[in-house]
């Protein structure tokens, strides 16, 4: 399971919502083979006012990345290089201007379809 949520300023990224979406889901399937069809992304979106962030452009990004435990470092470090590649071909997006963290926890601390995320039959792979 992984579930994205992206904070940046709501005047600039609101209206490019699903770009954005698709880019990440984008390398997320590509990188740590996510099926298609598992997209659950949170924008939480501020006024410019609430989002203090010196040395960055308006268009500063977070993606705050939650998912089970159990990928290795370097398929981490690969989703990261793919972001980062992605959000510039994609978005234009400068890499001073994106930040991103992987937030992981272990399946049994997830509680998903009425069942501990440690129970499911998942049809991707969480180990990598």
Same mark, same amino acid.
């Given at each position: 399971?992984?579930?994205?949520?992206?904070?940046?300023?709501?005047? $600039?990224?609101?209206?490019?919502?699903?770009?954005? *979406? +698709? %880019?990440?889901?984008?390398? @997320?399937?590509?990188?740590?083979?996510?099926?298609?069809?598992?997209?659950?992304?949170?924008?939480?979106?501020?006024?410019?006012?609430?989002?203090?962030?010196?040395?960055?452009?308006?268009?500063?990004?977070? $993606?705050?990345?939650?998912?089970?435990?159990?990928? *290795? +470092? %370097?398929?981490?470090?690969? @989703?990261?290089?793919?972001?980062?590649?992605?959000?510039?071909?994609?978005?234009?997006?400068?890499?001073?201007?994106?930040?991103?963290?992987?937030?992981?926890?272990?399946?049994?601390?997830?509680?998903?379809?009425?069942?501990?995320?440690?129970?499911?039959?998942?049809?991707?792979?969480?180990?990598?």
């Amino acid at each position: 399971m992984t579930q994205i949520k992206f904070y940046g300023r709501r005047d $600039v990224w609101a209206p490019r919502r699903r770009q954005v *979406s +698709d %880019t990440v889901h984008g390398c @997320l399937t590509e990188v740590w083979r996510l099926p298609r069809d598992k997209r659950f992304h949170r924008f939480l979106l501020l006024d410019a006012e609430d989002l203090v962030c010196p040395a960055r452009s308006e268009r500063y990004l977070i $993606v705050e990345i939650v998912c089970f435990s159990g990928r *290795s +470092d %370097t398929a981490k470090r690969e @989703l990261i290089r793919a972001l980062f590649a992605a959000a510039r071909r994609d978005l234009g997006l400068e890499t001073e201007d994106l930040e991103i963290v992987i937030l992981e926890s272990p399946q049994v601390n997830w509680g998903i379809r009425g069942l501990p995320g440690d129970e499911l039959a998942l049809t991707y792979p969480v180990t990598l």
